[in-house]
């Protein structure tokens, strides 16, 4: 724009000159010669000012307002004259100028002052127009992109199960454009270790950065990718070769899925062509808690986020006690995780929880009171059978009157009683949502409405061996939103893969269980000795804890899997006193109707592809003790002196 509004006006003033200029040489006549002229440089032709009548000539041609309108030929275009040709027209022209000059005033040189002066006074508004345009258009700033008004694949949600689905459809459609949307103010990362191995790195800086030792000894960070890796929101649809972009700290209230727009909390509005709904949940609150004095709510924590694991683990930096509500997979690996912490830091932790023991929904009811033993040895004081019934606050610390008629004074409390699945969507997308089991109700494929798919916690998927189902752990928030994201891209595949789940207590114990683990259903259980490979370290040194790398192929066993398949009475699992057995190494079979449709592995890694084969071939087995063999779980000197 510059260039062009700067052009005209040189131009306007070169044909000024130059038609001045031209005048003056014709009356001076000088020597013969040819010339070339264009008319947006010719005012630059140092010959010309040699002669000073020139500057006369010329501003009286400009000041007489050009009355004799030459029509020259040398206007927009390049042309070349002779002086034989040229002199004779501009003589002519040249001396009725002068004449009209002189006429106007006697005094050349005083009148020639007075022109320059009018014809500088009339140019200097147009250079300076010309100069402010300039600046105008050097200094403005470039105009902002805006939020994207319309993508390609929008995934509600920033945990595991969208960033699963994002790599699959990159994959897929290399030039994707993708836009994650998440109320978190954080790029996609895995939560597993904010349970986990966070609270057992030694170096406090490091964890504070969210970088984490692993068993092995390694270091390595949550997040699934470095906030390079994704480009501004407002640049997605400016890259040709597409890219992914995170909006953070923006949540998703309304979900039309007749239009496929999706509405922002902000009142932002997003149109889709492909979208994923993989919102996960909200960790469960206690009503005593939320009816509890604001003073008291301020030393709770309803774990579940990065930021709940920055401000326990500041909190816990300077406390006598921390007392974690729950049971369950992630109220045991806390209390385990803050003991280690405790043991350092010097404070107590305590656990309460309403079932008999830890893992008491999941485990046999003899493994869960080995589990129960096992945390209480990890330094947790252990309080099952008992709910909250009260909370106070004395003295600055929190006082919990327990169901049992005794009081705990604590500085904190950890609530950690499970999810409730974050279904807000559901009236405006008009989406069903189980009522059974929560969730969101989907098909084999995923997909819930038309352009709609859910993965992760918030899916209650069609399971085709172990029927409708929904499942809150990190393997199936990264199988099932890899499977979304193949299917957003038109691969069409059904879900059938047995996601598995796993943790840890402390370094020496861990387990990892696949399909419907229920200690309600019937079990058939294997143990034996551990060695010392038999342990999360142990397994890790030896590259076994990885869904990549675990065990067997389902094809090496099959056969003989299948030689021990005949359908006979199942036998019983063996009684064996608690007291005198250790539950080192083992394999749980959970049964429903004869048939397995869970495994529990007890220190046993890199044997889930076996279990998921088994649970798909939905057969009886004779005798489990030859299954068992088939997870290891005999060391040699076992099967020596068998």
Not at 17 to 24: D, L, S, Y
Not at 225 to 241: G, V
Not at 616 to 628: C, F, S, V
Request: charged residues 25%; hydrophobic residues 40%.
């Amino acid at each position: 724009m510059f260039r062009s509004r700067s052009l005209v006006a040189f131009k306007n003033i070169a044909r000024c000159n130059g038609a001045c200029v031209h005048a003056t040489a014709g009356a001076y006549k000088q020597p013969s010669h040819s010339f070339s002229y264009k008319t947006h440089s010719h005012g630059n032709n140092n010959n010309n000012w040699k002669y000073p009548f020139m500057y006369a000539a010329g501003g009286a041609l400009l000041y007489s307002g050009f009355k004799y309108q030459q029509k020259l030929a040398f206007a927009e275009e390049e042309f070349v004259v002779s002086d034989e040709q040229f002199l004779p027209q501009v003589e002519a022209k040249t001396e009725d100028v002068i004449a009209d000059a002189l006429f106007e005033s006697t005094d050349v040189a005083t009148e020639t002052t007075s022109v320059v002066e009018v014809v500088e006074s009339a140019a200097e508004p147009v250079v300076q127009e010309v100069v402010e345009q300039v600046v105008e258009e050097v200094v403005e700033p470039p105009k902002p992109l805006a939020f994207p008004e319309q993508v390609q694949y929008l995934l509600i949600g920033g945990g595991t199960a969208s960033y699963s689905a994002m790599r699959a459809i990159r994959k897929r459609d290399v030039t994707a454009k993708v836009l994650i949307v998440t109320d978190e103010n954080s790029v996609p990362y895995m939560r597993p270790p904010l349970s986990k191995e966070l609270w057992h790195t030694d170096d406090a800086e490091a964890s504070r950065n969210l970088l984490f030792k692993q068993w092995n000894g390694k270091y390595k960070g949550i997040h699934y990718d470095k906030e390079k890796f994704y480009c501004a929101a407002e640049e997605l649809n400016q890259r040709e070769e597409g890219g992914v972009a995170v909006a953070t700290g923006k949540k998703v209230v309304k979900l039309n899925a007749r239009k496929n727009v999706a509405t922002l909390d902000d009142g932002t509005t997003i149109s889709y062509d492909k979208c994923l709904v993989a919102t996960g949940g909200t960790p469960r609150a206690l009503p005593v808690f939320e009816s509890a004095p604001e003073q008291v709510q301020n030393h709770v924590t309803v774990f579940r986020k990065i930021q709940d694991y920055l401000d326990l683990d500041q909190v816990t930096d300077n406390v006598e006690s921390v007392t974690v509500v729950g049971g369950g997979f992630l109220g045991s690996e806390l209390a385990c995780a803050l003991a280690h912490k405790g043991s350092t830091k010097n404070f107590k932790v305590n656990q309460i929880f309403k079932e008999y023991g830890n893992m008491a929904r999941v485990f046999p009811e003899y493994l869960t009171k080995w589990t129960t033993n096992k945390v209480f040895q990890e330094g947790v004081n252990v309080i099952p059978e008992t709910v909250v019934n009260q909370a106070d606050m004395e003295d600055g610390r929190v006082k919990l009157t327990l169901s049992n008629g005794s009081e705990i004074v604590t500085d904190h409390v950890v609530v950690a009683v499970g999810l409730d699945v974050d279904t807000e969507l559901a009236t405006s997308s008009g989406i069903e949502v189980d009522e059974k089991l929560g969730g969101y109700r989907v098909n084999t494929e995923l997909q819930a409405r038309s352009n709609i798919w859910v993965a992760g916690d918030a899916s209650c998927f069609y399971d085709t061996k172990l029927g409708r189902r929904r499942v809150e752990h990190h393997d199936h928030a990264v199988v099932s939103g890899r499977l979304a994201g193949e299917n957003m891209t038109g691969a069409q595949k059904s879900y059938y893969h047995q996601s598995m789940f796993w943790s840890d207590l402390g370094p020496d114990v861990g387990y990892e269980a696949i399909g419907v683990v229920d200690s309600s259903l019937k079990t058939v259980a294997v143990f034996s000795k551990a060695s010392a490979k038999d342990t999360p370290v142990g397994a890790l040194n030896g590259g076994l804890r990885s869904e990549e790398q675990f065990g067997s192929s389902d094809a090496a066993v099959a056969k003989f899997i299948d030689d021990k398949s005949e359908a006979v009475a199942i036998q019983p699992p063996v009684q064996v006193p608690f007291e005198k057995e250790q539950f080192q190494k083992g394999v749980i079979f959970y049964l429903r109707d004869e048939i397995v449709v869970g495994v529990l592995l007890w220190n046993i890694f890199g044997k889930i592809s076996l279990a998921r084969k088994i649970i798909r071939d939905q057969k009886p087995y004779h005798d489990y003790g030859e299954i068992a063999k088939l997870f290891h779980v005999y060391n040699e000197d076992d099967e020596e002196e068998e």
